[in-house]
């Protein structure tokens, strides 16, 4: 009696038992997952911080090419050139070489979404203040800059020394490269309203700013 009693006993403590199994296979998958993803975003962030160094030497170029270029931004300018060749080590697939840099120039250049320039300095009001007109064209005049005054003018609170400094931002939008990083990346770019323009692409914002005197008359 007492031993089918035992039996029975053992019995209706087994399914609690295996419930349990269940619950810590599904408790060491979550773990599992979250230690992959915190490992993978570290790995991210060490190719993020070297992206952002290249994304630092692009601005400083396109800003050196649109000093000589009368600080033009467009689709064809010398400064959106120079940004994109800039960026070409991002976009190298294999060991540097000859022919692999000119394939990731190439690369850079049709990735017409992955980088945008903004002009900060001059700005609309440098112009308005310090701008000329000659030509059908208004500018801001580069010649004996050390001569003239220095008097600040209202609407931009500059000189016109202060004018001819040429100031950008370039955007880099950054493709995540790790596993699960770039769902969650566009999440918590969402989360915080960042980065529209790159996060409607699965990207992220990686931007740089530098300032240069002109070396040209800046056109607006």
Not at 137 to 164: C, E, H, W
């Amino acid at each position: 009696m007492s031993h089918r009693s035992t039996f029975g006993a053992r019995i209706r403590r087994s399914p609690p038992a295996r419930a349990m199994r269940g619950a810590t296979l599904v408790e060491m998958a979550i773990t599992m997952v979250i230690f992959l993803m915190v490992i993978f975003a570290i790995a991210e962030m060490a190719l993020m911080y070297k992206a952002k160094a290249v994304v630092d030497m692009a601005a400083l170029a396109a800003a050196r090419a649109g000093a000589v270029d009368n600080a033009r931004s467009g689709l064809t300018s010398q400064m959106r050139l120079a940004g994109k060749s800039a960026l070409a080590p991002l976009y190298m697939k294999r060991a540097a070489g000859r022919g692999e840099l000119a394939g990731a120039i190439v690369r850079a250049n049709v990735d017409v979404s992955g980088m945008f320039i903004d002009v900060l300095n001059p700005s609309p009001a440098s112009f308005a203040d310090h701008g000329v007109t000659a030509n059908g064209r208004r500018f801001i005049p580069n010649d004996n800059l050390m001569y003239r005054s220095t008097q600040v003018k209202g609407g931009s609170r500059q000189n016109i020394q202060d004018a001819n400094l040429l100031k950008i931002r370039l955007t880099y939008c950054y493709k995540p490269v790790m596993p699960l990083n770039e769902e969650f990346l566009s999440l918590v770019l969402a989360w915080f309203n960042l980065g529209d323009v790159c996060r409607a692409q699965g990207r992220v914002p990686i931007r740089s700013e530098a300032v240069v005197r002109m070396q040209s008359e800046a056109v607006g």
